[in-house]
């Protein structure tokens, strides 16, 4: 059995995730900033599915919010083995011109800030030489690093770029500590995060552009996670592995 925190895990891909490893026995925790039935019903999902699963409420772009996510999750379920590095935000399409910096400040303090302080704690929790057992750890980027989204959300891709670079320089710090990081990149997949970005179609229409011709499901995501997080994939380290339907 293995513990994994997930941030961002109340919903879309992280409760994927979280269920899926709930079906193979794991010990979930599913960190939550607001929706707090949201991810009561996701940890009663992963109980449900043969795990066992607590919620961590905090904000990962808080430093000592994240700090006390991983003493609880010590606390509750012991040393960790796996982390998911997903919370993220999104936001209104709109060109960079006409950005506020109030959306680029929310934007980069928790999708590149909130990753960070969320990595170095899992470098932590799990590197050998700082008294952790190794583990793995995946990062939620987008296709978006790679792809810009131009008129659309350039701030977003930007700070996807940033996860893709620390994917890749934490991976090689971590190397030799027992400690695997890579990053997946979603393309168009069905989640409620096209709702809180102002469209809650943007799948659909989006979809016609990917070569499958149809948006992605949060599980397909999942389950690239939980093979990257898994003993199948113990000689990949510093991958980005894009899971975008050929787009």
């Known amino acids: 059995m293995k513990t994994l925190l997930i941030t961002g895990g ?3 891909i992280g409760r994927a995730t979280a269920v899926l490893a709930g079906g193979l026995g794991w010990s979930v925790g599913i960190n939550y900033v607001g929706d707090e039935a949201a991810a009561e019903t996701t940890a009663e999902a992963v109980r449900a599915a043969g795990g ?3 919620t961590l409420k905090g904000d990962v772009s808080v ?3 994240v700090v006390a996510i991983f003493a609880e999750m010590a606390e509750a379920l012991g040393p960790l083995d796996a982390l ?7 936001a209104p399409a709109s060109q960079l011109a006409d950005m506020e910096l109030s959306r680029l400040k929310r934007m ?5 800030l909130g990753a960070y302080l969320t990595a170095r704690e899992g470098a932590r929790a799990m590197s050998r030489d700082r008294g952790g057992r190794g ?3 995946v990062l939620v980027s987008s296709a978006a690093a790679r792809l810009g989204s131009p008129s659309e959300y350039v701030d977003y891709a930007g700070s996807k770029g940033a996860v893709d670079t620390l994917t890749l320089g934490l991976s090689k710090e971590l190397a030799g500590q027992g400690v695997r990081v890579n990053a997946v990149r979603p393309g168009v997949i069905r989640t409620e995060i096209h709702a809180s970005g102002g469209e809650p179609g943007r799948a659909e229409r989006i979809a016609l552009a990917v ?3 149809r948006p992605g499901e949060a599980e397909e995501v999942a389950q690239t996670i939980l093979w990257l997080l898994s003993d199948a994939a113990s ?7 894009d899971v975008a339907g050929g787009r």
Do not use: W
């Open 63 to 65: 430093e000592a919010d």
């Open 135 to 137: 583990g793995a750890m």
């Open 108 to 112: 980069f303090d928790i999708n590149i």
């Open 235 to 241: 000689y990949i380290t510093g991958a980005l592995v």
């Open 10 to 12: 109340s919903r879309g």
């Open 211 to 213: 070569p499958m011709k």
């Open 52 to 54: 066992q699963a607590i």
């Open 84 to 90: 998911v590095v997903n919370a993220g935000v999104v």
